[in-house]
């Protein structure tokens, strides 16, 4: 299955995920407490409350609040920056490192330069990846591939 970060249908992988384990829809039911008619209705779902989608990463051991958070790095609007304001806001949440990438977010970018349907500078500029960033990952990983292509 290959995620698109920028229109996600977390029902389907929600889905995906419990083909993969081979996981019975029994167990599924006693654990959401529901029929097997409700968890289908729940596979259907573009979106799903958190409380639930915090259940079904628990039953399937899957973090699915990751593809969020690859979606935020991909496609959110870049900070302003308001020259007025000197100090940041402090807040009592808790704060995490932006530009944490997956290796599915990695390998996302580099399918799209691979297969020219964006130049580096299209990446560099619309997904906010540094150049040097994009630059490590494409001598990385195509090495990498390379030899793997030979063995």
Not at 16 to 38: G, P
Not at 77 to 96: G, I, N, V, W
Request: net charge positive.
């Amino acid at each position: 299955m290959n995620v698109n970060f920028k229109n996600i249908h977390i029902g389907s992988m929600v889905k995906q995920r419990t083909i993969e384990l081979d996981m019975d829809i029994s167990r599924i039911c006693n654990f959401f407490k529901c029929s097997a008619d409700e968890v289908e209705k729940m596979f259907l779902h573009e979106d799903l409350p958190t409380n639930i989608l915090l259940s079904w990463c628990k039953l399937l051991e899957y973090d699915f609040f990751r593809t969020y958070s690859q979606h935020l790095i991909l496609f959110s609007p870049p900070a302003k920056k308001d020259a007025s304001k000197t100090e940041k806001k402090r807040t009592e949440l808790p704060q995490f490192r932006k530009n944490i990438y997956t290796k599915e977010v990695i390998d996302f970018i580099l399918e799209l330069v691979n297969s020219q349907q964006k130049t580096k500078r299209q990446i560099i500029d619309e997904y906010r990846i540094p150049k040097t960033t994009l630059y490590k990952w494409i001598m990385k990983y195509n090495k990498k591939e390379i030899e793997d292509k030979k063995k």
